[in-house]
């Protein structure tokens, strides 16, 4: 039997201050241990699932997109008064996309544990489950899944009882029971009741290793992140922390050394699951898929820009003619006419029509509710087209700024018009988006903080206990940020020989830097975007 091995349970920087693997990083090891496929499982979401997809491919490993969601065998919509009130606990499932349709049903249920389900954690339920189950396969997860939270209270028939309800929910086939052992109190004994319960119910089963670091150098960090994220120091005893250095990516041969006299039939249990994983993250074809815009009876959205365009050249002609017999019209007018006409045509050939449209709307509408906008910035500001339908306030041909910028044939993106709304009128503008095209269309768009240079120091100064002024010092060393890029802390270490020195003449500060270099660049936090 070949001795492969695929990570079906790994967490990505995107389990928010829990998992500190960083997909870029990943991607080089995965290729460097020459795997041939690893998943993605990061904690009751897919924040990381397209760069985890598309940076895996480009280094040829499958990429499996998974989520370990937040599972509660009550209902979603209950409200308990803890997290571990009335037998509610917050369980974990390991969900795995096999094709397209298990790939959206991970969507959804991501989707839904937020929308619906979201208490102290964003959490599905059986019905939910068994409604987006298609396409699915699912392991019982670490010692927080139900059949192993069971066998740790001592309720064998009821662990075996949930673990058949699993399985009917998924389909035969489609659910694993996880062994896992990374020297982690009550693994074992966890362990050993799940191989017994396979063997009674006939559930199969598989192992994994529970990564939530590249490698076994990175415990250490790890351990400050937990700190960071649960504003504990690493003196305290009382706090999350994982008793163990094996949460790492290990090799498959470290993987059969461990397990491989054991339970050899559930590390190739991995590589049978991983082959039946062949979910593709769906691209939009051509340049995307835009809202319909709504037009007037008898129109058709190219006809209906037309017309818009045309009529916003003969409001501004009156300007321009002004301008003309004061002697400060820069260009004749026939340069406007045959620019509009070029601007117009190319528009409607490459499709984007429906798009000016959307934008003029919505310019329209914050000018309507006195909302102040801005006269437009970026290459949209060479549009003559959107300064006819007054999205841009900027004249053009006037300035000789190029239209080609903004759009050209051989561009097959889509074109990017920034407008800014007054702060004090923007949610007025995200609400008429939003009941205009219907709230089930309408999505902000998620922006994530990551622990940059200066910030990574100063967190885990703060974890490590030291002297806050001690720690500012050391963050003060970094450069700030050049032309809006920050300096990372290898940059710094460079260029500033003091900070060279102390790492080298003081060891604490030393620990310092080896700590926040490798948790550099981790997500630290998840927000909305102002106005995307």
Same mark, same amino acid.
């Given at each position: 039997?070949?001795?492969?091995?695929?990570?079906? @349970?790994?967490?990505?920087?995107?389990?928010?201050?829990?998992?500190?693997?960083?997909?870029?990083?990943?991607?080089?090891?995965?290729?460097?241990?020459?795997?041939?496929?690893?998943?993605?499982?990061? /904690?009751?979401?897919?924040?990381?699932?397209?760069?985890?997809?598309?940076?895996?491919?480009?280094?040829?490993?499958?990429?499996?997109?998974?989520?370990?969601?937040?599972?509660?065998?009550?209902?979603?919509?209950?409200?308990?008064?803890?997290?571990?009130?009335?037998?509610?606990?917050?369980?974990?499932?390991?969900?795995?996309?096999?094709?397209?349709?298990?790939?959206?049903?991970?969507?959804?249920?991501?989707?839904?544990?937020?929308?619906? +389900?979201?208490?102290?954690?964003?959490?599905?339920?059986?019905?939910?489950?068994?409604?987006? /189950?298609?396409?699915?396969?699912?392991?019982?997860?670490?010692?927080?899944?139900?059949?192993?939270?069971?066998?740790?209270?001592?309720?064998?028939?009821?662990?075996?009882?949930?673990?058949?309800?699993?399985?009917d929910i998924l389909g035969r086939g489609n659910y694993?029971?996880?062994?896992?052992?990374?020297?982690?109190? +009550?693994?074992?004994?966890?362990?050993?009741?799940?191989? $017994?319960?396979?063997?009674?119910?006939?559930?199969?089963?598989?192992?994994?290793?529970?990564? #939530?670091?590249?490698?076994?150098?990175?415990?250490?960090? @790890?351990?400050?992140?937990?700190?960071? +994220?649960?504003?504990?120091?690493?003196?305290?005893?009382?706090?999350? *922390?994982?008793?163990?250095?094996?949460?790492?990516?290990?090799?498959?041969?470290?993987?059969?050394? #461990?397990?491989?006299?054991?339970?050899? /039939?559930?590390?190739?249990?991995?590589?049978?699951?991983?082959? *039946?994983? $062949?979910?593709?993250?769906?691209?939009?074809?051509?340049?995307?898929?835009?809202?319909?815009?709504?037009?007037?009876?008898?129109?058709?959205?190219?006809?209906?820009?037309?017309?818009?365009?045309?009529?916003?050249?003969?409001?501004?002609?009156?300007?321009?003619?002004?301008?003309?017999?004061?002697?400060?019209?820069?260009?004749?007018?026939?340069?406007?006419?045959?620019?509009?006409?070029?601007?117009?045509?190319?528009?409607?050939?490459?499709?984007?029509?429906?798009?000016?449209?959307?934008?003029?709307?919505?310019?329209?509408?914050? *000018?309507?509710?006195?909302?102040?906008? +801005?006269?437009?910035?970026?290459?949209?500001?060479?549009?003559?087209?959107?300064?006819?339908?007054?999205?841009?306030?900027?004249?053009? %041909?006037?300035?000789?700024?190029?239209?080609?910028?903004?759009?050209?044939?051989?561009?097959?993106?889509?074109?990017?018009?920034?407008?800014?709304?007054?702060?004090?009128?923007?949610?007025?503008?995200?609400?008429?988006?939003?009941?205009?095209?219907?709230?089930?269309?309408?999505?902000?768009?998620?922006?994530?903080?990551?622990?940059?240079?200066?910030?990574?120091?100063?967190?885990?100064?703060?974890?490590?206990?030291?002297?806050?002024?001690?720690?500012?010092?050391?963050?003060?060393?970094?450069?700030?940020?050049?032309?809006?890029?920050?300096?990372?802390?290898?940059?710094? %270490?460079?260029?500033?020989?003091?900070?060279?020195?102390?790492?080298e003449t003081n060891p604490q500060i030393a620990e310092?830097?080896?700590?926040?270099?490798?948790?550099?660049?981790?997500?630290?936090?998840?927000?909305?975007?102002?106005?995307?």
């Amino acid at each position: 039997m070949a001795k492969s091995f695929v990570h079906l @349970h790994l967490h990505t920087d995107y389990s928010l201050l829990d998992g500190a693997i960083q997909i870029d990083a990943l991607a080089r090891r995965a290729a460097e241990l020459k795997m041939p496929a690893i998943a993605v499982t990061d /904690h009751g979401n897919l924040f990381g699932a397209v760069s985890f997809y598309e940076k895996l491919s480009a280094v040829g490993v499958k990429p499996i997109i998974g989520m370990e969601a937040y599972f509660t065998r009550g209902s979603r919509f209950d409200r308990p008064l803890s997290n571990r009130d009335s037998g509610k606990a917050i369980y974990h499932i390991i969900l795995l996309a096999m094709n397209e349709t298990g790939y959206r049903h991970l969507v959804k249920l991501s989707s839904f544990s937020y929308l619906e +389900g979201f208490h102290y954690k964003p959490r599905i339920d059986k019905e939910l489950l068994e409604k987006y /189950h298609e396409g699915l396969v699912a392991l019982s997860s670490c010692l927080s899944g139900v059949p192993a939270a069971l066998l740790q209270q001592g309720k064998f028939d009821e662990a075996a009882r949930e673990a058949l309800e699993f399985q009917d929910i998924l389909g035969r086939g489609n659910y694993y029971l996880e062994v896992q052992d990374h020297g982690i109190a +009550g693994q074992r004994d966890v362990a050993r009741g799940l191989i $017994e319960l396979s063997k009674k119910t006939g559930i199969p089963l598989v192992v994994t290793n529970d990564c #939530h670091y590249l490698t076994r150098e990175d415990a250490r960090a @790890h351990d400050v992140l937990l700190c960071i +994220g649960t504003g504990k120091t690493v003196k305290e005893t009382n706090r999350m *922390r994982y008793d163990s250095d094996q949460l790492y990516v290990k090799s498959a041969e470290e993987m059969w050394a #461990h397990f491989g006299s054991e339970l050899p /039939h559930a590390l190739q249990a991995t590589v049978e699951i991983a082959e *039946r994983c $062949e979910a593709k993250i769906p691209r939009p074809e051509g340049v995307g898929h835009l809202p319909v815009f709504p037009v007037p009876a008898g129109y058709t959205v190219d006809s209906y820009f037309e017309k818009i365009a045309r009529e916003g050249f003969a409001s501004r002609l009156p300007e321009w003619e002004e301008k003309r017999a004061r002697g400060q019209l820069k260009h004749p007018l026939s340069v406007y006419e045959q620019r509009l006409d070029y601007e117009i045509r190319l528009i409607q050939q490459m499709g984007f029509p429906g798009y000016f449209l959307i934008v003029w709307d919505l310019v329209r509408y914050a *000018r309507s509710r006195g909302i102040p906008v +801005g006269p437009g910035r970026g290459s949209a500001a060479g549009s003559l087209v959107a300064y006819c339908m007054r999205i841009t306030d900027v004249d053009p %041909i006037q300035w000789d700024l190029m239209f080609e910028r903004f759009l050209s044939p051989g561009r097959v993106t889509m074109p990017d018009i920034d407008i800014d709304f007054c702060v004090r009128g923007r949610q007025e503008v995200i609400n008429y988006v939003s009941e205009f095209y219907g709230r089930e269309n309408v999505s902000q768009i998620i922006t994530f903080g990551t622990l940059a240079s200066r910030a990574v120091i100063k967190d885990v100064g703060r974890a490590l206990d030291m002297k806050y002024s001690e720690v500012e010092k050391v963050a003060a060393m970094i450069p700030p940020p050049i032309r809006g890029r920050n300096v990372s802390i290898a940059e710094a %270490i460079n260029r500033n020989p003091d900070l060279k020195r102390a790492i080298e003449t003081n060891p604490q500060i030393a620990e310092l830097i080896d700590l926040a270099r490798r948790l550099e660049g981790c997500a630290r936090h998840a927000s909305i975007h102002a106005a995307g």
